[in-house]
């Protein structure tokens, strides 16, 4: 992909609507509202995609970063590199792509709680990487405020044209344009942990047992004793059924033959409804 190639998806209204489209800068917060078309319908009003006039207003004057999301979707080189990815390294892997105007940052300093390969597509990027905050984080740091005053800089470079940076997750990092704009591919492989896949597990269980599917709040004004009784049921039919094999079942699941799969907990969902469907002809 050439820089030309992102400039006539986003100049091309038809195609520029049907994208996923943000906007950041790391000093001020850019609302959806400020770059989003509407239609009124009398007291109605309707999303009508993104209005790209205002997109690169807000590029050139606020110089605000213009991030597209899951461009794989629609972009098959990218849509394929994905699936390669995803297949190899036994991941779920996304793309959004960054455009940032010259001396601008995206994002204040933070982590990620993917592992990503950055791709740098045209101009150039300062990485300023820290030492990692938390180890193998699993969710998105958003605007949970950290201390990141006390960590050592570990790496302070440029990223030019044809780069690609490897970044595992965790590690803190700040990174700001130079004199021109710059465009960058992330490349976001999410992990499956074990967590998940035990996730998954418990899950499948709770489709199977009543036990499991009782809303938790609707017992817990209740005496110890009676939810003592549960927490026992649920080692029993949860943790005491629990063995390697179950596990790997459900990590197949996500990839077999070499295409990536739904995770567990959709397939089960569809599975369950397909059998209501039964029951009701
Ligand atoms: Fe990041």
Known sequence: MKIEDIES???????????????????EKIGRDEYTA??????????????ICQVMSLFKEKKSTIIIHDLSDTWPALRQLVQNLSRELRCQAGTNVFITPGHSQCFQSHFDENDLFIIQLFGK?????????ITL????????????????????????????LYMP???VHEVTTTDMVSAHITLGLGNITWGRIMNDYVLDVAF???LLRKAYFKDYGK??????????AMKQKVISQLTMEKLEEFAKR?????KEKKPVSKILLRETMGQSEKLVV
Request: aromatic share 10%; net charge negative; hydrophobic share 35%.
């Open 208 to 210: 199977r047992e009543e």
């Open 125 to 133: 990027k300062r990485w300023k990487i820290f030492e990692s905050m």
């Open 223 to 232: 005496e110890m004793s009676v939810r003592e009784d549960i927490l026992s």
């Open 137 to 164: 984080p699993v969710e998105p740091q958003n605007n949970r405020p950290f201390d990141f005053s006390n960590l050592d800089l570990l790496h302070d470079f440029e990223l030019e044209q044809g780069d690609i």
């Open 254 to 258: 996500y990839f077999s033959e070499g």
């Open 9 to 27: 998806l986003l100049i091309d209204c038809d195609a520029s609507h049907r994208l996923d489209i943000t906007m950041s800068h790391a000093a």
């Open 38 to 51: 509407f239609k009124d319908f009398g007291n109605v009003r309707i999303k009508n995609g993104i209005n």
């Open 169 to 171: 997750r965790g590690f």
